[in-house]
């Protein structure tokens, strides 16, 4: 169960990740004090901005903790969700009692110091280091590498095209879909204490290009992309049923009935279709299923319409709607797709605003935790790299009857590897390839700086490429990137370049 959640922010004072992780876990300690002596592993989420070797350690220092286990994890947005369906786990399994999960971003504060000419704060580099949990794997493949594409700015556009495409609109009506889409998070986000932008925006205060709210990859505007410049921090407390009742707050947990997790196929020029997931569709499906199984017998099957709050991960429109499709929720669901804002809007701290998540949904649910009615349900996702690793997790107001449940996605988790195609890193000889996606990034000017697309050779394979010159680059910033794709442009190269076939 979470039993108690806090959250941090600073606007003015240079802080570290450690002093945000610090406020945030002495929030949520203090509202169960009884448990503090019982923490048993402390589990920090990946800091961008440190270079020390134990900000786990650290923070138990700072909290009076000093005894328990020490882990960070390694780069991904998921690993929130994923931490915290491993800690249910272990205390479902009696191998855990207390454990606190953290995490926090200093980007205000780094760039501050920087300013001033102050040296940036790398934390006890005497420590020996933490243990680090997950995996290390690259978010891009050498074919993205080759050609600079590396950056979510620049890879998400992508996904966000193929899906203008599917539904037939241009860049244009795709930013005023996205504005309408987006618009609800503001309004989360403006009555939110801890969100770094609390101000309602209209659809078209987001849609509408502007000298402050440049285009910054077609089709995003810089208001649709996550904000990566706040200094924010989370932490969760979570314990077994047993250390709550020992610890007398017992009335305060939210229970985690089921978690799920799994991976799309690894880098996006190996995806056969870069407009959906079908890692988030397995994953939810396996979330549902085992939370039906928490049931107990003879309860009713358990699905995503008995889903009273969401929080799903929005570093970018395109994920939002990818997992809207997987999850079966619609884009305008009533309930809302936001506990936090977005990270458009609320702040995205690194790795940690899955964290952020977790914190509002079952804060949400705790207001209505005794109330008549039945159960109430929550559910949060995170998500890794680029549309890559997920984890989902189901949390309610009672216990699930049958114990926590994990989602078993080893099957679909084959299925979804063995659809991965192959990539070619050259084209030896000019040859037409049909588009799959395409984007143009823009400079701080507005003007293209860059034209990355995916597109499919007759064998089969796909292709990364680049503009092949300045004047391909130029002819790109004027064209539509959802009415390329389907069409063909000419390949060749080491790394891949093309140009247009009527060129």
Not at 421 to 447: D, I, K, Q, W
Request: aromatic residues 6%; hydrophobic residues 45%.
């Amino acid at each position: 169960m979470v039993i108690a959640s806090g959250q941090s922010i600073e606007r003015e004072a240079l802080v570290s990740p450690v002093d945000l992780m610090a406020r945030a876990c002495q929030s949520a300690l203090s509202d169960v004090p009884g448990l503090r002596a019982q923490v048993e592993r402390i589990s920090v989420v990946n800091i961008l901005t440190r270079s020390g070797p134990a900000p786990a350690s650290e923070l138990a220092a700072r909290v009076g903790v000093g005894d328990a286990h020490c882990e960070v994890t390694t780069i991904g947005g998921n690993s929130p969700q994923w931490l915290v369906n491993r800690a249910a786990a272990d205390i479902a399994a009696g191998s855990l009692s207390v454990t606190v999960i953290a995490g926090a971003e200093a980007i205000r504060s780094y760039r501050g110091r920087h300013q001033a000419g102050l040296p940036r704060d790398d934390g006890d580099i005497a420590r020996s280091p933490d243990s680090v949990i997950g995996d290390d794997l690259p978010g891009v493949g050498p074919a993205e590498s080759a050609i600079g594409l590396v950056l979510p700015i620049h890879v998400y556009p992508l996904f966000e095209n193929a899906l203008a495409a599917r539904c037939g609109r241009d860049s244009a009506a795709q930013r005023l879909a996205i504005g309408q889409l987006l618009a609800p998070f503001t309004l989360v986000a403006a009555s939110n204490p801890y969100a770094w932008f609390r101000e309602q925006r209209s659809a078209a205060d987001i849609a509408t290009p502007s000298p402050t709210n440049r285009l910054v990859s077609d089709p995003y505007t810089k208001r649709m992309t996550a904000f990566l410049g706040s200094d924010q921090g989370a932490a969760l407390v979570l314990c077994s049923l047993a250390a709550a009742r020992r610890a007398g707050v017992a009335e305060r947990a939210v229970f985690v009935w089921s978690g799920a997790e799994a991976n799309d196929i690894r880098f996006p020029s190996a995806r056969p279709d870069l407009g959906t997931s079908p890692a988030i569709a397995a994953a939810g499906a396996a979330l549902f299923a085992a939370a039906s199984v928490a049931a107990g017998n003879g309860a009713a099957g358990i699905g995503i319409d008995d889903v009273e709050v969401l929080d799903l991960y929005s570093c970018f429109p395109s994920a939002v709607q990818m997992a809207c499709d997987a999850l079966g929720v619609r884009t305008d669901d009533a309930r809302g797709l936001t506990a936090t804002g977005g990270l458009p809007y609320f702040g995205g701290p690194g790795n940690n605003y899955t964290t952020h998540g977790i914190a509002a949904v079952t804060d949400a649910l705790r207001e209505h935790s005794g109330v008549p009615g039945g159960t109430q349900f929550g559910l949060a996702t995170g998500l890794g790299w680029f549309v890559t690793k997920h984890a989902l997790g189901l949390y309610a107001t009672t216990p699930p009857p049958a114990g926590f449940r994990p989602g078993d996605t080893g099957t679909e988790q084959e299925r979804i590897d063995a659809d991965a195609l192959e990539v070619a890193f050259e084209v030896p000889e000019p040859t037409e390839a049909r588009v799959v996606s395409a984007t143009v990034t823009r400079g701080s000017s507005g003007e293209p700086d860059g034209a990355p697309l995916i597109a499919r050779l007759p064998d089969g394979r796909q292709v990364v490429a680049a503009a092949a010159d300045a004047t391909v680059l130029a002819d790109m910033g004027g064209v539509d990137p959802p009415s390329l794709i389907g069409t063909n442009v000419v390949v060749t190269g080491t790394p891949p370049r093309y140009r247009l076939p009527d060129r």
